[in-house]
């Protein structure tokens, strides 16, 4: 770890000494990537020399006591070795989860999908269900959340319902509710009081930029159509509503909740982007292999994450076996628990990885 930290330290002097040259000043991007670059090691070089310090403050306190035949000093010494111990392995702690790998991904806005899958209307009402816990958790931790492009459930809530998150870190908050959310209930419909099982899929997609994604529009196919509400019904004249085809790999992406069919497109393309990205990075992790996927977050939409019990009033997260019997707050948008237990054991895979 130290080898480690010390060239980190020596790449921070670097960096600092490459932001001054007349070349990176005059490159707004590359002088941008460097100062990200130097902020992000600024704050593990600092922890790194204040545990440097208490290691020679150790080192010292050691040799006094070893060395030293003054019982007064030798007092002072012992107190100070004491004194010592816990804020080195407090600052040895910090270092280590600062040398986590970071998802560079984790500060960007979010693309939020709900979509209805097996249970037929009820399956729908969950989607609504859902959309609206996450609605609730952005209102309170400081998120935007606005839909782009939604079709209603023929008894409430949604076939299926795409938005965006915008807010600070929003796509590393969101990013562990991807995969397969299932309820078990007494559904609105069943008149016998049975319990139903029933899903709805969650995906959380980072915003893209087109630096990052460069799309050919030759290969996409712009339509528009005027933009609708419940029952398929019209909600204005125009045709402001936009329907993006990727047509390579077959993607389809609407948007129609502006009334600017140039704000639609700049929306929908914003999305389109964040598919084409989930694709190839799908493509990267089967190169890198299962066994060092995340035990939090494979990736696979596929997977059953979370199960919401009525009749119990339990919520239980399948990834780490972790279950709360509080599922009227969970689903009043109080998930913060949750996501930090994700985020704890997902750390400390990180961590048993670059061990």
Same mark, same amino acid.
């Given at each position: 770890?130290?080898?480690?930290?010390?060239?980190?330290?020596?790449?921070?002097?670097?960096?600092?000494?490459?932001?001054?040259?007349?070349?990176?000043?005059?490159?707004?991007?590359?002088?941008?990537?460097?100062?990200?670059?130097?902020?992000?090691?600024?704050?593990?070089?600092?922890?790194?020399?204040?545990?440097?310090?208490?290691?020679?403050?150790?080192?010292?306190?050691?040799?006094?006591?070893?060395?030293?035949?003054?019982?007064?000093?030798?007092?002072?010494?012992?107190?100070?070795?004491?004194?010592?111990?816990?804020?080195?392995?407090?600052?040895?702690?910090?270092?280590?989860?600062?040398?986590?790998?970071?998802?560079?991904?984790?500060?960007?806005?979010?693309?939020?999908?709900?979509?209805?899958?097996?249970?037929?209307?009820?399956?729908?009402?969950?989607?609504?269900?859902?959309?609206?816990?996450?609605?609730?958790?952005?209102?309170?931790?400081?998120?935007?959340?606005?839909?782009?492009?939604?079709?209603?459930?023929?008894?409430?809530?949604?076939?299926?319902?795409?938005?965006? &998150? *915008?807010?600070?870190?929003?796509?590393?908050?969101? !990013?562990?509710?991807?995969?397969?959310? @299932? %309820?078990? =209930?007494?559904?609105?419909?069943?008149?016998?009081?049975?319990?139903?099982?029933?899903?709805?899929?969650?995906?959380?997609?980072?915003?893209?930029?087109?630096?990052?994604?460069?799309?050919?529009?030759?290969?996409?196919?712009?339509?528009?159509?005027?933009?609708?509400?419940?029952?398929?019904?019209?909600?204005?004249?125009?045709?402001?509503?936009?329907?993006?085809?990727?047509?390579?790999?077959?993607?389809? &992406? *609407?948007?129609?909740?502006?009334?600017?069919?140039? !704000?639609?497109?700049?929306?929908?393309? @914003? %999305?389109? =982007?964040?598919?084409?990205?989930?694709?190839?990075?799908?493509?990267?992790?089967?190169?890198?292999?299962?066994?060092?996927?995340?035990?939090?977050?494979?990736?696979?939409?596929?997977?059953?994450?979370?199960?919401?019990?009525?009749?119990?009033?339990?919520?239980?997260?399948?990834?780490?076996?972790?279950?709360?019997?509080?599922?009227?707050?969970?689903?009043?948008?109080?998930?913060?628990?949750?996501?930090?237990?994700?985020?704890?054991?997902?750390?400390?895979?990180?961590?048993?990885?670059?061990?």
């Amino acid at each position: 770890m130290l080898d480690r930290l010390e060239r980190m330290k020596e790449r921070f002097q670097e960096v600092g000494q490459l932001m001054v040259q007349p070349d990176a000043m005059a490159d707004m991007k590359k002088f941008t990537e460097l100062s990200k670059e130097y902020a992000d090691l600024e704050k593990v070089v600092e922890v790194y020399d204040a545990y440097t310090k208490v290691l020679d403050d150790i080192k010292q306190a050691k040799n006094i006591l070893e060395n030293e035949k003054e019982p007064e000093f030798r007092e002072m010494a012992k107190m100070e070795w004491e004194e010592l111990k816990p804020e080195r392995d407090r600052l040895e702690e910090e270092l280590k989860k600062m040398l986590i790998p970071k998802d560079p991904n984790d500060s960007k806005n979010a693309v939020l999908e709900i979509r209805a899958g097996t249970g037929g209307d009820e399956a729908a009402i969950f989607a609504g269900d859902l959309f609206k816990m996450y609605q609730r958790f952005c209102d309170k931790n400081g998120l935007n959340l606005t839909v782009l492009d939604l079709t209603f459930g023929t008894a409430g809530g949604y076939k299926e319902i795409i938005s965006t &998150v *915008t807010g600070k870190n929003a796509y590393g908050t969101l !990013k562990y509710e991807s995969g397969v959310h @299932r %309820v078990q =209930r007494v559904p609105q419909t069943e008149t016998q009081g049975r319990v139903h099982t029933s899903a709805a899929t969650v995906a959380v997609l980072p915003e893209i930029d087109d630096v990052e994604v460069e799309i050919d529009m030759n290969d996409v196919r712009k339509d528009t159509y005027c933009s609708s509400g419940p029952g398929g019904q019209s909600v204005n004249t125009t045709y402001s509503a936009v329907r993006l085809t990727h047509e390579p790999t077959g993607l389809v &992406v *609407t948007c129609q909740d502006q009334k600017s069919q140039i !704000k639609n497109f700049d929306k929908a393309l @914003r %999305v389109l =982007r964040s598919r084409l990205y989930e694709i190839e990075l799908a493509k990267q992790n089967e190169e890198v292999g299962a066994q060092r996927r995340s035990i939090v977050r494979s990736g696979d939409r596929s997977d059953k994450i979370r199960t919401y019990n009525y009749p119990q009033g339990r919520v239980t997260d399948h990834r780490i076996n972790y279950t709360v019997h509080n599922l009227p707050n969970i689903m009043n948008g109080e998930i913060e628990d949750l996501i930090e237990n994700l985020q704890i054991a997902e750390n400390a895979s990180k961590l048993d990885e670059t061990a």
